[in-house]
Nanobody, 111 residues
Framework: QVQLVESGGGLVQTGGSLRLSCAASARTFSNSAMGWFRQAPGKERELVAI???????DYADSVKGRFAISTDIAKNTFYLQMNSLKPEDTAVYYC?????WGQGTQVTVSS
């Protein structure tokens, strides 16, 4: 089981930016699928961004052009850069590495 430690959430105004980090205790970090999901109150958890095992990247339509997922293999860490944030981006954000989940970090965007 891989341990995942998330950081970077917080409160930001509409139009602001945040960067989420997810540090993974994995030996072969670059060989696995990894991604970010979010869950707003009363809603189901949804995919935000993902890097497949083949390196392909995909985003939810609602965040395309605003969010970017990236990795730092040397640090066993992947990131979610979130720009032009909107109130509807407010949610708990979870990172996922293969089948393992991070603890979640709250992102709140004020209008």
């Amino acid at each position: 089981q891989v341990q995942l430690v998330e950081s970077g959430g917080g409160l930001v105004q509409t139009g602001g930016s945040l960067r989420l980090s997810c540090a993974a205790s994995a030996r072969t970090f670059s060989n696995s699928a990894m991604g970010w999901f979010r869950q707003a109150p009363g809603k189901e958890r949804e995919l935000v961004a993902i890097i497949g095992r083949d390196g392909n990247i995909d985003y939810a339509d609602s965040v395309k052009g605003r969010f970017a997922i990236s990795t730092d293999i040397a640090k066993n860490t992947f990131y979610l850069q979130m720009n032009s944030l909107k109130p509807e981006d407010t949610a708990v954000y979870y990172c996922k590495y293969n089948l393992d989940w991070g603890q979640g970090t709250q992102v709140t965007v004020s209008s």
